[in-house]
T-cell receptor, first 113, second 113 residues
Framework: KAGVTQTPRYLIKTRGQQVTLSCSPI?????VSWYQQTPGQGLQFLFE???????NKGNFPGRFSGRQFSNSRSEMNVSTLELGDSALYLC????????????FGQGTRLTVV | AQSVTQPDIHITVSEGASLELRCNYS??????LFWYVQSPGQGLQLLLK??????LVQGIKGFEAEFKRSQSSFNLRKPSVHWSDAAEYFC???????????FGAGTRLFVKA
């Protein structure tokens, strides 16, 4: 079965702009989590969506938001981009069943200039 | 609070030598533990996971890990390292469905010929 698909793979944006990233989970998975990875902070949990509802949230400012559609695809949005938002954004797909793990996409590399 | 500590930021081993990557965790309940590997610019791939049962867990690519509750540790081992093992390794703790997984800072492995 197909893995987690993130689009686009690479993005360059200007400070102050906004950006939307997309994630298509593994078929049948209803939970999608987002992570930000930077050299200084490592992997940090942004939020998790399950059945179109945000179920868990990390410690990020309100500029970071997301949503999930009825087909479980998820988008995350970052408004008023800052240089520090440059990072690899990873999406993880979960089946929400017992004894399973997160399956990760290849990520979207966002560069803010 | 849940946390994961990987004490070694980077490790260098010779090809063919044995490897042990350290991981300590803090978790209020029974932990679900994972090791992931990440190649440059890529997403995370699961090496192995521990949920319950035998405390010595076998994973892919010849890796194994041992859960030691008394030491709150979940160290990753490999008897003979190959050059292709050079990557970054993340220890993680999570819940049963794998969402909101908390990651350690990672250990970068360098393999010398």
């Amino acid at each position: 079965k197909a893995g987690v698909t993130q689009t686009p793979r690479y993005l360059i944006k200007t400070r102050g702009q906004q950006v939307t990233l997309s994630c298509s989970p593994i078929s049948g998975h209803r939970s999608v989590s987002w992570y930000q990875q930077t050299p200084g902070q490592g992997l940090q949990f942004l939020f998790e969506y399950f059945s179109e509802t945000q179920r868990n949230k990390g410690n990020f400012p309100g500029r970071f938001s997301g949503r999930q559609f009825s087909n479980s695809r998820s988008e995350m949005n970052v408004s008023t981009l800052e240089l520090g938002d440059s990072a690899l954004y990873l999406c993880a797909s979960n089946s929400d069943s017992l004894n399973t793990e997160a399956f990760f996409g290849q990520g979207t590399r966002l560069t803010v200039v | 609070a849940q946390s994961v500590t990987q004490p070694d930021i980077h490790i260098t081993v010779s090809e063919g030598a044995s490897l042990e990557l350290r991981c300590n965790y803090s978790y209020g309940a029974t932990p679900y533990l994972f090791w992931y590997v990440q190649s440059p610019g890529q997403g995370l791939q699961l090496l192995l996971k521990y949920f319950s049962g035998d405390t010595l867990v076998q994973g892919i690519k010849g890796f194994e890990a041992e859960f030691k509750r008394s030491q709150s540790s979940f160290n990753l081992r490999k008897p003979s390292v190959h050059w292709s093992d050079a990557a970054e390794y993340f220890c993680a703790v999570g819940n049963t469905g794998g969402f909101k997984t908390i990651f350690g800072a990672g250990t970068r492995l360098f393999v010398k010929a």
